[in-house]
């Protein structure tokens, strides 16, 4: 089993940054495959972005430019810094593994946009 808890959601206003923390714990023999989902009221959970074992990253178009996955495997913790924060932003933020042939998702941070 592998637990996933996020944190660094608020409140911020149009432009301004956020950095998110997802810290993994459990049965981690080795580095995890991480990524980060949002989901906004009405919309289906979409993947924002995702690192690799081998640190390979990728990002959706929209955030392209603007957030930062990275990650501090010694902690096996993942990072999203978001900056040029836009109203459309505004989701739950989840952080997800897959580890065992299963898949994990922490419970979720709310990032809202708005001035």
């Known amino acids: 089993q592998v637990q996933l808890v996020e944190s660094g959601g608020g409140l911020v206003q149009p432009g301004g940054s956020l950095r998110l923390s997802c810290a993994a714990s459990g049965s981690i023999l080795s580095i995890l495959p991480m990524a980060w989902y949002r989901q906004a009221p009405g919309k289906q959970r979409e993947l924002v972005a995702m690192?690799?074992?081998?640190?390979?990253?990728n990002y959706a178009d929209s955030v392209k430019g603007r957030f930062i996955i990275s990650r501090d495997a010694a902690k096996n913790t993942v990072y999203l810094q978001m900056n040029s924060l836009k109203p459309e932003d505004t989701a739950v933020y989840y952080c997800?593994?897959?580890?065992?042939?299963?898949?994990?998702w922490g419970q979720g941070t709310q990032v809202t946009v708005s001035s």
């Open positions: 997800y593994t897959r580890a065992y042939a299963d898949d994990f």
């Open positions: 690192i690799s074992v081998s640190n390979s990253i």
